[in-house]
């Protein structure tokens, strides 16, 4: 550690002592290049401290965290925590509309509070194409210790990235994204790095032991493809979805969409030997599987070749996942990162004051491919926006609102470029309805917020679709699937001032334009409601040199 970065954390150390803040954690992260095999050809990955999947953030509610990254690529990088609401702190939330990039050679420290939440979420990069190489970790974020959780401890739990993955090499997948190509399909699927096959070398990647539970925490972490999984022999009680605490139900297998995140407890009550996990692709035309060991202590046996089947594909397949996902309920009397029950937020008595209908759109503009919503594609300004609008400078480099909350009758059509800037009223409860026009499945997430999931379901949105909202115990996440030929409902109070990242996580639509950024601002522009710019902000493109606004009182 050097002088500098021992001098930050020292005296972040003494502030602590000093003010009684909730607990720190501190984490040092060298960013590099380093090769790996994930699916047995030998490529160029983006590891943290030497791993991939990277370190694990294991903290608990209201846990300050601080990352300083070390950036040792021949690219700017940056990360972003998917998940985490950064209360009043999107200058943080590491996407190129909040924060200039970490440029080689260079470090940044992230300081942030994993404020009011519990649950599982993951980390990733957001510049140029550098998701498809790594540098990925989950983030654990326990309840507090005199808060209830609604189920037993478990003997261990176990962070899991699952996701497809591409042999082309992610410089190689961006060339192909910025001459106007789509970067194909994937060449296989991954558990935490690796691809086995039935019938080859077992080397266990965790161990049971007869008679004890243990939680798996999950996300999908891939470029584009939903996967399922399930356990050999095993039933899984899903109980945590995205930091909501679930009704439990028992599953032999569950899909999980591109961004998603979900905690199951596997029980082993099964007889002592090895067992396989299986992950496969959903909704793609070649099935792509893998599978990782499970080993009950003292085993010598190798497992069954014969696998748990995968659920339907196709139109049953759709219909499957639809209502797979109809059967998550929020436990309304369960507590999460709060003592009082999750239930006793009425999200369905609120009189809902602005909807905004979102349809997206493949196009080629110019013969290159392009991804829009409501007839436009982002494309980020040289200054981040959120520096652009904090010194008053937005005007120089993008527009407010040229996004409509309606999608234009020829949304399909023509296409507009531009930065994609949506201004909202702070503390208005919105509707946010995803229409899905396409053949290929969705997935969108909001940064800053959780939203309840309320509806899916086939055909066109219109406001009579409404009667069939789930009013009542809809699980508050940040990502929602969108079915080809399908629409789907959230809704959120838009409490968390800031410049926020809606987007596709299907990350070369994401690249290619399918995002918006919607901006929150608190008309009393005070402290209680938004931080002001952080002393230790990068500043890039023409705020450089420009004097600093005055902070927030």
């Known amino acids: 550690m050097d002088t500098r970065t021992f001098g930050f954390f020292a005296l972040l150390l003494i502030t602590t002592l000093v003010k009684a803040e909730d607990p720190y954690h501190f984490f040092e992260w060298k960013v590099t290049y380093g090769t790996m095999?994930?699916?047995?050809?030998?490529?160029?990955?983006?590891?943290?401290?030497?791993?991939?999947?990277?370190?694990?953030?294991?903290?608990?509610?209201n846990n300050n965290i601080v990352v300083n990254v070390f950036n040792h690529l021949d690219e700017p990088f940056l990360l972003t925590w998917n998940g985490v609401q950064h209360r009043k702190n999107s200058w943080v939330d590491g996407t190129p509309g909040t924060m200039c990039p970490i440029q080689p050679g260079k470090n940044f420290t992230y300081k942030f509070q994993v404020k009011d939440q519990i649950g599982s979420y993951y980390y990733f990069p957001t510049t140029a194409l550098h998701k498809a190489a790594g540098g990925i970790g989950v983030i654990q974020v326990h309840s507090r210790p005199l808060i209830p959780v609604p189920f037993d401890n478990p003997a261990d739990e176990f962070a899991v990235v699952v996701g497809d993955w591409f042999n082309k090499g992610h410089k190689s997948m961006k060339s192909l994204l910025d001459s106007g190509k789509s970067i194909g399909r994937p060449d296989g699927v991954h558990i935490n790095g690796k691809s086995a096959q039935v019938g080859g070398p077992v080397e266990p990647s965790w161990t049971f032991e007869a008679g004890k539970t243990y939680r798996f925490r999950f996300c999908n972490v891939g470029m584009r493809t939903s996967v399922n999984f399930r356990f050999q022999d095993h039933d899984m009680k899903l109980v945590e979805v995205e930091g909501s605490h679930l009704m439990q139900n028992d599953y032999m297998s569950l899909d999980l969409h591109i961004g998603q995140c979900m905690s199951v407890l596997v029980t082993a009550d099964q007889p002592p030997k090895d067992y396989y996990l299986v992950v496969s692709s959903r909704f793609t035309?070649?099935?792509?599987?893998?599978?990782?060991?499970?080993?009950?202590?003292?085993?010598?046996?190798?497992?069954?070749?014969?696998?748990?089947?995968?659920?339907?594909?196709?139109?049953?397949?759709?219909?499957?996942?639809?209502?797979?996902?109809?059967?998550?309920?929020?436990?309304?009397?369960?507590?999460?990162?709060?003592p009082n029950p999750q239930g006793s937020y009425h999200y369905g008595q609120i009189n809902i004051t602005r909807t905004i209908k979102l349809v997206s759109s493949r196009n080629y503009i110019d013969g290159k491919l392009r991804f829009a919503l409501n007839g436009v594609s982002h494309v980020d300004p040289k200054t981040p926006l959120k520096l652009l609008e904090y010194y008053g400078v937005a005007d120089k480099e993008f527009e407010y609102n040229t996004i409509l909350d309606e999608p234009p009758p020829d949304v399909e059509k023509n296409v507009k470029i531009a930065p994609n800037v949506l201004n909202a009223t702070y503390r208005n409860f919105v509707e946010i309805i995803f229409e899905n026009h396409e053949n290929t499945i969705q997935s969108y997430h909001l940064d800053g917020y959780s939203f309840f999931a309320v509806a899916i379901e086939p055909?066109?949105?219109?406001?009579?679709?409404?009667?069939?909202?789930?009013?009542?115990?809809?699980?508050?996440?940040?990502?929602?699937?969108?079915?080809?030929?399908?629409?789907?409902?959230?809704?959120?109070?838009?409490?968390?001032?800031?410049?926020?990242?809606?987007?596709?996580?299907?990350?070369?639509?994401?690249?290619?334009?399918?995002?918006?950024?919607?901006?929150?601002?608190?008309?009393?522009?005070?402290?209680?409601?938004?931080?002001?710019?952080?002393?230790?902000?990068?500043?890039?493109?023409?705020?450089?040199?420009?004097?600093?606004?005055?902070?927030?009182?």
């Not at 030497?50 to 608990?60: A, E, L, M, R, Y």
């Not at 499970?294 to 594909?313: A, E, M, T, V």
């Not at 409404?466 to 990502?479: F, G, T």
Request: glycine share 6%; charged share 15%.
């Open 285 to 338: 035309k070649d099935q792509h599987s893998t599978v990782a060991t499970i080993r009950y202590k003292g085993s010598n046996s190798p497992p069954s070749p014969d696998l748990p089947p995968s659920p339907p594909g196709n139109t049953a397949g759709i219909a499957w996942s639809i209502n797979q996902f109809r059967s998550y309920r929020w436990n309304l009397t369960a507590s999460a990162a709060r």
């Open 37 to 61: 095999s994930p699916l047995g050809v030998s490529q160029q990955v983006i590891l943290i401290n030497g791993k991939f999947p990277g370190p694990v953030i294991n903290c608990t509610s």
């Open 459 to 553: 055909g066109r949105w219109s406001p009579e679709k409404r009667k069939n909202y789930n009013l009542e115990d809809a699980i508050s996440r940040h990502n929602v699937a969108v079915f080809p030929g399908c629409w789907a409902a959230v809704m959120l109070t838009l409490d968390n001032a800031g410049m926020w990242s809606l987007r596709s996580e299907m990350w070369e639509r994401f690249y290619l334009g399918q995002q918006l950024y919607i901006s929150v601002l608190s008309p009393e522009r005070s402290l209680r409601d938004e931080y002001s710019l952080p002393e230790t902000t990068q500043l890039c493109g023409i705020v450089t040199n420009m004097p600093k606004p005055q902070g927030y009182v």
